[in-house]
């Protein structure tokens, strides 16, 4: 048998354990974008690099990881993904949880609320172990919850049981061909679920209105007076009282509706307001996700490295009541800058200035002056982190909150949005 692996990453090396365990005599071949591969490869394992699309790759067998575009593969024999493959395989309850932004925190808060009630989670995708890792150890009494990118979505045809779908906007359109085809790709959570299945989702939202649309399951809005909303300073399930918000220790309201979303999906398991609670304090927070780095000077800095589109810069202002410095700037992904330069305009009462960097900084400038948002310094890409720390220091007054949350990808200046939120605590800490 022959099986080829499209892709070699973290995915990929996944893949070949997972399926050289189901067919140890098989002959595995490697295919990727990459001209020499960046992991090691097995005994054995063929490998053809430089591949710019997959067509004509002869296989009897061929498993797509998410970085590869799905109109670029074209194999002799079947075609599978990761995210097919564990979906259709896993004997648990699977929880899939995908959004432009909010899934990886969502994602944990489920997590943490299922871990709490002693339910057996098992935490996978963006955020958690490869999927096919841990596939063997599931048992049927478990409950999955699926970090889920619109590239693991890309060609499913098998959804989750518990779909939730966070508020949507243009996104990798750097990648994907078109918007229809990123909110395509996040359709596919829901798009196979039956009626029996729950579809969570954010209303109010366009896209994700677009996706409600091909869905055949049980539909619940989130937050909603009738599942979980927050209600006088206190987290509810209809009249039921939960707990208080000051159990969720991470700040900002587009967190109270991520938590709000989170006890939806895991309401099927549990219904216990002390054990939501502990949960819900349980978790601390992810790296880079509007995470505090330290006091200097009577001014707060915070890491939202993660927000690399306007409206999860929007949603970092709208956490906190101080005023603020605000960080944008980097790397195209297709997203244009209106919404961003309107939110700033219509805050500038508590935006006290704008610290604009990267390649992007032209045209981030430029809509701010359409909007006739003038409190900003452009930086350019020639310019070290330790100095745009230095100079949103400069701008800050006492009781003042800085923040890093981008608006764009991290590529032009930095390694990822790690390396950049790494960069960027390792210069406040220098301060």
């Not at 750097?174 to 996040?186: F, L, N, Q, S, T």
């Not at 927050?230 to 159990?247: A, M, N, P, R, T």
């Not at 978790?283 to 200097?296: A, M």
């Not at 101080?322 to 919404?339: D, F, L, Q, R, T």
Request: net charge negative.
């Amino acid at each position: 048998m022959k099986i080829a692996i499209l892709g070699y990453g973290i995915e990929g090396e996944s893949v070949y354990k997972y399926f050289s365990r189901l067919h140890p005599d098989a002959e595995f071949t490697v295919y990727d974008n990459n001209s020499q591969t960046k992991r090691p490869l097995p005994d054995g394992v063929k490998f053809v690099g430089g591949v710019s699309d997959f067509e004509g790759v002869d296989a009897d067998i061929a498993i797509k990881t998410p970085a590869i575009a799905p109109w670029n593969v074209q194999v002799t024999g079947e075609t599978t993904s990761v995210t097919r493959e564990f979906l259709k395989k896993c004997p648990a309850p699977v929880i899939g949880v995908t959004g432009s932004k909010g899934k990886g925190t969502t994602s944990s808060l489920i997590e943490a609320i299922l871990r709490a009630s002693g339910v057996k989670t098992w935490l996978v995708g963006n955020i958690g172990k490869p999927a096919l890792d841990i596939l063997s150890e599931i048992s049927p009494d478990d409950v999955v919850v699926y970090e889920m990118s619109s590239f693991q979505l890309w060609d499913s045809d098998v959804s989750p049981h518990v779909a939730v779908v966070l508020g949507i906007e243009p996104e990798h359109l750097d990648v994907h061909r078109d918007i229809d085809d990123y909110v395509g790709a996040k359709a596919n959570i829901t798009k196979y679920q039956s009626a029996e299945d729950l579809l969570v989702y954010k209303s109010g939202n366009e896209y994700v209105g677009q996706i409600v649309a091909e869905s055949h399951a049980e539909k619940q809005t989130y937050p909603n007076d009738e599942s979980a909303h927050v209600k006088d300073s206190g987290f509810y399930y209809g009249e039921q009282f939960l707990c208080s918000v000051e159990e969720l220790k991470i700040p900002g309201v587009h967190n109270q509706e991520n938590a709000c979303a989170a006890i939806d999906a895991a309401w099927n398991w549990v219904q216990d307001g002390a054990v939501i609670a502990r949960g819900l304090a349980d978790f601390e927070g992810l790296p880079h996700r509007l995470k505090y780095v330290r006091t200097v000077g009577d001014v707060a800095y915070y890491d939202d490295s993660i927000a690399t589109t306007p409206g999860s810069v929007v949603a970092a202002l709208n956490a906190f009541d101080a005023p603020k410095v605000v960080i944008i700037g980097g790397s195209s992904k297709g997203a244009n800058y209106v919404e961003l330069a309107s939110a700033l305009a219509a805050k500038k009462d508590s935006v006290r200035t704008a610290i604009i960097i990267g390649v992007e900084a032209p045209k981030i400038e430029q809509a701010l002056k359409d909007v006739g948002f003038a409190d900003f310094v452009n930086l350019g890409s020639e310019v070290s982190m330790q100095e745009i720390v230095s100079v949103a220091q400069g701008n800050a007054n006492s009781g003042d909150i800085v923040i890093l949350s981008p608006a764009c990808a991290s590529f032009d200046m930095f390694k990822d949005y790690q390396d950049r939120g790494n960069q960027f605590i390792a210069a406040v800490q220098n301060l």
